[in-house]
């Protein structure tokens, strides 16, 4: 029998939804943030380090997260938690 699979199970394709999740909340962090293009890469490279889960779960706290540092602590305690 014929085994069909979603294309959210597609390894490629899940890396090219992390990376447009990633390219869309570097969009919202430079708009909000207005972050030099080396501070910008540098968040890149953090957020690569996350899963898909933890970026989702990023897009609603970039509301609340008030300055950059607040959003460099935030990257900081979720890179923690995903290397433990």
């Known amino acids: ?11 490629s394709v899940q890396e ?3 990376e ?4 869309m ?7 909000k943030f207005g972050l030099t293009p ?6 890149a490279a953090n957020l690569a380090q996350l899963d898909m ?3 989702k779960s990023l ?3 970039l509301l609340h997260i008030e300055t950059f540092s607040a959003l460099e602590e935030w990257l900081a305690a979720h890179q923690s938690l995903e290397t433990a």
């Open 38 to 43: 080396e501070t910008i890469t540098s968040v």
């Open 53 to 55: 889960n933890t970026l």
């Open 59 to 61: 897009v609603p706290q």
């Open 25 to 31: 909340l570097l969009l919202l962090i430079q708009d």
């Open 1 to 11: 029998m014929l085994r069909l699979t979603p294309l959210r199970e597609i390894e």
């Open 16 to 18: 090219m939804l992390k």
């Open 20 to 23: 447009e999740r990633i390219e």
